[in-house]
Protein backbone atom coordinates (compact mmCIF):
# COMPACT_ATOMS: atom_id res chain seq x y z
CA UNK A 1 0.00 0.00 0.00
CA UNK A 2 1.14 3.69 -0.51
CA UNK A 3 1.55 5.81 1.93
CA UNK A 4 1.56 9.69 1.86
CA UNK A 5 4.76 12.16 2.76
CA UNK A 6 2.56 14.43 3.93
CA UNK A 7 4.24 17.51 4.31
CA UNK A 8 1.49 19.95 4.64
CA UNK A 9 0.74 18.01 8.34
CA UNK A 10 4.40 18.20 8.84
CA UNK A 11 4.96 21.53 7.99
CA UNK A 12 2.49 22.43 10.44
CA UNK A 13 3.71 20.35 12.96
CA UNK A 14 6.99 22.00 13.10
CA UNK A 15 5.68 25.08 12.69
CA UNK A 16 3.39 24.51 16.08
CA UNK A 17 6.42 23.66 17.71
CA UNK A 18 8.56 27.11 16.38
CA UNK A 19 5.67 28.97 17.45
CA UNK A 20 6.48 27.62 20.99
CA UNK A 21 9.78 28.18 21.03
CA UNK A 22 9.14 31.58 19.66
CA UNK A 23 6.46 32.23 22.64
CA UNK A 24 8.51 31.45 25.47
CA UNK A 25 11.50 33.68 24.08
CA UNK A 26 8.67 36.71 23.82
CA UNK A 27 7.46 35.42 27.47
CA UNK A 28 11.26 35.79 28.72
CA UNK A 29 11.07 39.46 27.97
CA UNK A 30 13.43 38.14 24.38
CA UNK A 31 12.69 39.91 20.98
CA UNK A 32 11.04 37.84 18.31
CA UNK A 33 13.51 36.62 15.24
CA UNK A 34 12.94 38.24 12.67
CA UNK A 35 13.32 37.35 8.78
CA UNK A 36 13.75 39.49 6.33
CA UNK A 37 13.43 39.25 2.50
CA UNK A 38 14.94 41.18 -0.62
CA UNK A 39 12.50 41.20 -3.90
CA UNK A 40 13.57 43.23 -6.93
CA UNK A 41 11.28 43.70 -9.59
CA UNK A 42 7.19 42.21 -9.53
CA UNK A 43 7.96 38.62 -11.12
CA UNK A 44 4.07 37.08 -10.03
CA UNK A 45 5.80 34.27 -8.70
CA UNK A 46 8.25 35.55 -6.75
CA UNK A 47 5.84 37.53 -5.28
CA UNK A 48 4.20 34.77 -4.07
CA UNK A 49 6.78 33.22 -2.47
CA UNK A 50 7.98 36.36 -0.82
CA UNK A 51 4.36 36.32 0.48
CA UNK A 52 4.58 32.73 1.64
CA UNK A 53 7.33 33.10 3.72
CA UNK A 54 5.96 36.74 5.49
CA UNK A 55 2.64 34.79 6.22
CA UNK A 56 4.60 31.71 7.33
CA UNK A 57 7.11 34.58 9.75
CA UNK A 58 3.96 35.97 11.15
CA UNK A 59 2.27 32.32 11.80
CA UNK A 60 4.84 31.34 13.84
CA UNK A 61 5.37 35.06 15.65
CA UNK A 62 8.43 36.01 14.28
CA UNK A 63 9.56 39.44 12.62
CA UNK A 64 9.05 39.86 9.02
CA UNK A 65 10.47 43.04 6.40
CA UNK A 66 10.09 42.78 3.02
CA UNK A 67 12.54 45.26 0.98
CA UNK A 68 10.34 46.11 -2.48
CA UNK A 69 12.91 47.11 -4.92
CA UNK A 70 12.56 48.30 -8.15
CA UNK A 71 13.38 46.43 -11.16
CA UNK A 72 15.67 48.44 -12.25
CA UNK A 73 17.67 48.90 -9.60
CA UNK A 74 21.41 48.88 -9.78
CA UNK A 75 23.49 46.46 -8.94
CA UNK A 76 25.56 48.17 -6.28
CA UNK A 77 22.30 49.80 -5.02
CA UNK A 78 21.09 46.25 -4.36
CA UNK A 79 24.45 45.34 -2.80
CA UNK A 80 24.53 48.23 -0.13
CA UNK A 81 20.84 46.96 0.92
CA UNK A 82 22.16 43.52 1.22
CA UNK A 83 25.28 45.26 3.44
CA UNK A 84 22.75 47.45 5.63
CA UNK A 85 21.31 43.93 6.51
CA UNK A 86 24.16 42.46 7.01
CA UNK A 87 24.87 44.91 9.48
CA UNK A 88 21.45 45.50 10.75
CA UNK A 89 21.75 43.62 14.38
CA UNK A 90 17.52 43.42 14.49
CA UNK A 91 17.75 40.93 11.58
CA UNK A 92 18.48 37.56 12.31
CA UNK A 93 18.51 36.59 8.15
CA UNK A 94 17.22 37.31 5.01
CA UNK A 95 17.19 35.59 1.78
CA UNK A 96 17.26 37.44 -1.60
CA UNK A 97 14.62 36.03 -4.02
CA UNK A 98 15.77 34.86 -7.28
CA UNK A 99 15.87 34.85 -10.21
CA UNK A 100 17.10 38.58 -10.02
CA UNK A 101 16.96 40.83 -13.30
CA UNK A 102 19.45 40.07 -16.00
CA UNK A 103 21.77 43.03 -15.86
CA UNK A 104 22.91 42.08 -11.76
CA UNK A 105 25.07 39.60 -11.21
CA UNK A 106 23.18 37.00 -9.16
CA UNK A 107 26.05 35.21 -7.66
CA UNK A 108 27.92 38.17 -6.59
CA UNK A 109 24.85 38.95 -4.64
CA UNK A 110 24.42 35.96 -3.11
CA UNK A 111 28.75 36.14 -2.14
CA UNK A 112 27.73 39.48 -0.61
CA UNK A 113 25.33 38.34 1.70
CA UNK A 114 26.82 37.33 5.58
CA UNK A 115 26.92 33.56 6.13
CA UNK A 116 26.12 34.18 9.29
CA UNK A 117 23.04 35.61 8.06
CA UNK A 118 22.34 33.16 4.74
CA UNK A 119 19.63 31.37 5.93
CA UNK A 120 18.87 29.84 2.58
CA UNK A 121 22.11 28.39 2.74
CA UNK A 122 23.69 29.72 -0.94
CA UNK A 123 26.68 31.52 -0.05
CA UNK A 124 29.78 29.30 -0.93
CA UNK A 125 31.11 29.70 2.48
CA UNK A 126 27.49 27.95 3.81
CA UNK A 127 27.54 25.36 1.00
CA UNK A 128 31.66 24.81 1.50
CA UNK A 129 30.75 24.08 5.49
CA UNK A 130 27.79 21.93 4.16
CA UNK A 131 29.86 19.70 2.12
CA UNK A 132 32.94 19.39 4.57
CA UNK A 133 30.26 18.34 6.86
CA UNK A 134 30.35 21.10 9.50
CA UNK A 135 27.63 23.10 11.11
CA UNK A 136 25.93 25.31 8.89
CA UNK A 137 22.68 27.20 7.20
CA UNK A 138 21.11 23.96 4.56
CA UNK A 139 19.56 25.40 1.54
CA UNK A 140 15.92 25.27 2.56
CA UNK A 141 14.39 22.50 -0.27
CA UNK A 142 16.90 19.67 0.38
CA UNK A 143 17.07 20.10 4.29
CA UNK A 144 12.79 20.02 3.61
CA UNK A 145 13.68 16.53 2.09
CA UNK A 146 15.62 15.34 4.43
CA UNK A 147 13.65 16.44 7.07
CA UNK A 148 10.60 14.60 5.40
CA UNK A 149 12.39 11.00 5.20
CA UNK A 150 13.72 11.57 9.22
CA UNK A 151 10.67 12.29 10.83
CA UNK A 152 8.82 9.57 8.41
CA UNK A 153 11.64 7.02 9.59
CA UNK A 154 12.36 6.08 6.23
CA UNK A 155 15.25 3.44 6.19
CA UNK A 156 17.85 5.11 4.25
CA UNK A 157 21.29 3.28 5.01
CA UNK A 158 22.38 1.58 2.23
CA UNK A 159 19.94 2.47 -0.27
CA UNK A 160 20.31 3.28 -3.29
CA UNK A 161 18.83 6.83 -4.27
CA UNK A 162 18.96 8.48 -7.39
CA UNK A 163 18.50 11.92 -7.55
CA UNK A 164 17.41 13.56 -11.19
CA UNK A 165 18.72 17.13 -11.20
CA UNK A 166 22.23 18.48 -10.37
CA UNK A 167 21.02 22.27 -9.49
CA UNK A 168 22.39 24.53 -7.26
CA UNK A 169 19.69 24.28 -5.08
CA UNK A 170 17.66 21.21 -4.87
CA UNK A 171 19.76 18.25 -7.08
CA UNK A 172 23.80 18.83 -5.83
CA UNK A 173 23.07 19.36 -2.25
CA UNK A 174 20.28 17.13 -1.70
CA UNK A 175 22.39 14.31 -3.55
CA UNK A 176 25.11 15.20 -1.10
CA UNK A 177 23.06 15.24 2.26
CA UNK A 178 21.88 11.92 1.20
CA UNK A 179 25.11 10.60 0.72
CA UNK A 180 26.24 11.71 4.19
CA UNK A 181 26.95 10.23 7.53
CA UNK A 182 23.16 10.03 8.77
CA UNK A 183 21.77 9.20 5.94
CA UNK A 184 24.02 7.13 4.25
CA UNK A 185 22.69 6.57 0.73
CA UNK A 186 24.33 5.20 -2.00
CA UNK A 187 23.36 8.24 -4.66
CA UNK A 188 23.55 8.27 -8.05
CA UNK A 189 22.75 11.86 -9.81
CA UNK A 190 21.68 12.54 -13.09
CA UNK A 191 21.42 15.25 -15.11
CA UNK A 192 20.39 16.74 -18.59
CA UNK A 193 23.31 14.41 -19.90
CA UNK A 194 22.36 11.05 -18.63
CA UNK A 195 22.25 8.20 -20.56
CA UNK A 196 19.84 5.24 -20.38
CA UNK A 197 17.90 7.61 -17.16
CA UNK A 198 15.01 4.89 -17.04
CA UNK A 199 17.24 1.80 -16.36
CA UNK A 200 19.14 3.82 -13.27
CA UNK A 201 15.75 5.16 -12.15
CA UNK A 202 14.29 1.47 -11.83
CA UNK A 203 17.35 0.72 -9.79
CA UNK A 204 16.16 3.20 -7.04
CA UNK A 205 15.22 2.51 -3.94
CA UNK A 206 14.48 6.26 -3.01
CA UNK A 207 13.82 8.30 -6.06
CA UNK A 208 14.29 12.33 -5.81
CA UNK A 209 13.20 14.36 -9.10
CA UNK A 210 14.51 17.79 -9.26
CA UNK A 211 13.73 18.30 -12.83
CA UNK A 212 11.44 20.88 -13.43
CA UNK A 213 9.52 19.19 -16.65
CA UNK A 214 5.65 18.36 -15.75
CA UNK A 215 4.97 14.52 -15.67
CA UNK A 216 8.21 13.87 -16.59
CA UNK A 217 8.21 10.66 -14.51
CA UNK A 218 5.82 7.42 -15.40
CA UNK A 219 5.41 4.34 -14.25
CA UNK A 220 7.93 1.99 -15.97
CA UNK A 221 10.41 4.81 -14.91
CA UNK A 222 9.99 3.56 -11.12
CA UNK A 223 10.77 0.18 -8.98
CA UNK A 224 8.52 -1.10 -7.19
CA UNK A 225 8.10 -0.02 -3.80
CA UNK A 226 10.18 3.10 -4.13
CA UNK A 227 10.16 6.03 -2.30
CA UNK A 228 9.68 8.93 -4.08
CA UNK A 229 10.30 12.67 -3.52
CA UNK A 230 8.93 14.74 -6.19
CA UNK A 231 10.47 18.07 -6.12
CA UNK A 232 8.41 20.05 -9.28
CA UNK A 233 6.08 22.68 -8.84
CA UNK A 234 4.45 23.26 -12.08
CA UNK A 235 1.00 25.46 -12.92
CA UNK A 236 -1.23 24.58 -15.30
CA UNK A 237 -4.45 26.02 -16.86
CA UNK A 238 -7.52 24.08 -15.55
CA UNK A 239 -10.93 25.34 -16.05
CA UNK A 240 -12.41 23.29 -13.72
CA UNK A 241 -10.35 25.13 -10.42
CA UNK A 242 -11.62 28.47 -9.19
CA UNK A 243 -8.36 30.05 -9.69
CA UNK A 244 -8.01 28.46 -13.43
CA UNK A 245 -4.87 26.38 -12.69
CA UNK A 246 -3.60 23.86 -10.50
CA UNK A 247 -0.40 22.63 -9.44
CA UNK A 248 1.42 19.18 -10.47
CA UNK A 249 5.05 17.86 -10.37
CA UNK A 250 7.76 16.27 -12.64
CA UNK A 251 6.26 13.15 -11.67
CA UNK A 252 2.89 11.44 -13.02
CA UNK A 253 1.40 10.51 -10.24
CA UNK A 254 -1.93 9.35 -11.55
CA UNK A 255 -0.04 6.15 -12.60
CA UNK A 256 3.15 6.02 -10.39
CA UNK A 257 1.79 6.35 -6.99
CA UNK A 258 0.09 3.16 -6.73
CA UNK A 259 3.81 1.32 -7.33
CA UNK A 260 5.40 3.25 -4.71
CA UNK A 261 5.38 2.47 -0.79
CA UNK A 262 6.27 6.31 -0.10
CA UNK A 263 5.38 9.39 -2.17
CA UNK A 264 5.37 13.22 -1.88
CA UNK A 265 2.38 14.85 -3.18
CA UNK A 266 1.94 17.68 -5.43
CA UNK A 267 0.65 20.17 -3.75
CA UNK A 268 1.61 19.35 0.06
CA UNK A 269 4.40 17.41 0.20
CA UNK A 270 7.78 19.26 -0.45
CA UNK A 271 7.37 22.63 -1.01
CA UNK A 272 5.58 23.40 2.70
CA UNK A 273 8.67 21.91 3.84
CA UNK A 274 11.00 24.52 2.29
CA UNK A 275 9.12 27.36 4.30
CA UNK A 276 9.59 25.51 7.41
CA UNK A 277 13.69 24.81 6.82
CA UNK A 278 13.71 28.42 5.90
CA UNK A 279 11.76 29.34 9.61
CA UNK A 280 14.19 26.66 11.07
CA UNK A 281 17.20 28.60 9.84
CA UNK A 282 16.49 31.74 11.02
CA UNK A 283 15.84 30.58 14.60
CA UNK A 284 19.08 29.08 14.49
CA UNK A 285 20.10 31.71 13.26
CA UNK A 286 18.87 33.75 15.95
CA UNK A 287 20.25 31.42 18.54
CA UNK A 288 24.22 32.11 17.30
CA UNK A 289 23.49 35.73 17.42
CA UNK A 290 22.57 35.39 20.94
CA UNK A 291 25.15 33.00 21.74
P1 LIG B 1 16.73 23.57 -12.66
O1 LIG B 1 16.03 23.90 -13.94
O2 LIG B 1 17.73 24.52 -12.11
O3 LIG B 1 17.44 22.15 -12.80
C1 LIG B 1 16.84 21.08 -13.45
C2 LIG B 1 17.82 19.93 -13.51
O4 LIG B 1 17.19 18.87 -14.18
C3 LIG B 1 19.09 20.27 -14.25
O5 LIG B 1 20.21 19.95 -13.44
C4 LIG B 1 19.07 19.39 -15.50
O6 LIG B 1 20.34 18.84 -15.80
C5 LIG B 1 18.10 18.29 -15.10
N1 LIG B 1 17.35 17.80 -16.26
C6 LIG B 1 16.66 18.54 -17.15
N2 LIG B 1 16.13 17.74 -18.10
C7 LIG B 1 16.50 16.48 -17.80
C8 LIG B 1 16.27 15.22 -18.40
N3 LIG B 1 15.56 15.10 -19.52
N4 LIG B 1 16.81 14.14 -17.82
C9 LIG B 1 17.54 14.23 -16.69
N5 LIG B 1 17.78 15.40 -16.07
C10 LIG B 1 17.27 16.51 -16.62
O7 LIG B 1 15.57 23.28 -11.60
P2 LIG B 1 15.52 23.36 -9.99
O8 LIG B 1 15.66 24.77 -9.58
O9 LIG B 1 16.43 22.33 -9.41
O10 LIG B 1 14.00 22.92 -9.78
C11 LIG B 1 13.51 21.68 -10.22
C12 LIG B 1 12.01 21.64 -10.01
O11 LIG B 1 11.74 21.78 -8.61
C13 LIG B 1 11.24 22.79 -10.67
O12 LIG B 1 9.97 22.30 -11.07
C14 LIG B 1 11.06 23.80 -9.54
O13 LIG B 1 9.93 24.61 -9.73
C15 LIG B 1 10.89 22.90 -8.38
N6 LIG B 1 11.28 23.47 -7.09
C16 LIG B 1 10.44 23.22 -6.06
C17 LIG B 1 10.77 23.68 -4.79
C18 LIG B 1 9.86 23.34 -3.66
O14 LIG B 1 9.88 24.01 -2.64
N7 LIG B 1 9.04 22.30 -3.79
C19 LIG B 1 11.93 24.41 -4.59
C20 LIG B 1 12.80 24.63 -5.68
C21 LIG B 1 12.45 24.14 -6.93
Redesign the pocket.
Known amino acids: MTEILDGKALALQIKEEIANEVRQLVAADHRAPHLAAVIVGEDGASMTYVANKEKSSHEVGFTSSVYRLPEKISERELLETIQFLNNDPDIDGFIVQLPLPKHINEQRVINAISPDKDVDGFTPVNIGRMVLGEDCFVPA?PMGICTLLKRYGIETAGKHCVV????N???TPVANLLSRKGFDCTVTM???R?RN?AELTRQADILVV????PEFITADMVKPDAVLVD????RVPDASKKNGYRVIG?VKHSEVDSKCSWVTPVPGG??PL?IVSLLQNTLKAYHKSHE
Open positions: TIGRSIVGCHSTLAIGKVGIHDVGT
